[in-house]
């Protein structure tokens, strides 16, 4: 009995460990680098927090890149769903905003 649960830890040490270390940190961030570089566009979303004294800011952020330096970036804030759009083209850079009106 005893050979037979020290095989199956050793078994499963044994898996545990194979497992590990197959791609160090390094390796993996080579390979997004790699495909990052190879890649003709992109979209992106996530949030940001602007932080300006004792104020605290959230906007949500989507940016969408294509090839030949074209990209949209669009902010929007959280609080009070203010708008704002950068766009790059082969026109040139325009920044434009958008502001919700409120019917009183």
């Known amino acids: 009995m005893k050979k037979i649960l020290f095989l199956t830890v050793l078994f499963i040490l044994g898996i545990s460990l194979i497992g ?3 791609n160090s940190e390094k390796d993996i961030v080579e390979d997004l ?3 990052i570089s190879k890649a ?4 992106l979303t996530g949030v940001l927090e602007i932080i300006n ?3 605290s800011y959230l906007y949500d ?3 969408a890149y294509k090839e030949k330096d074209q990209f949209r970036v669009s902010l929007t804030n959280q609080t009070n769903n203010h708008q704002q759009i950068i766009l790059r083209n ?3 850079v325009f920044v434009m ?3 919700s009106t409120q019917l009183l």
Do not use: I, L, R
């Not at 003709?40 to 979209?43: E, I």
């Open 40 to 43: 003709d566009s992109y979209k």
């Open 33 to 35: 680098d790699k495909k």
């Open 20 to 22: 590990c270390g197959k």
């Open 53 to 55: 004294n004792e104020e």
């Open 90 to 92: 082969s026109d040139g």
């Open 61 to 63: 952020v989507e940016v």
């Open 97 to 99: 905003t958008h502001k």
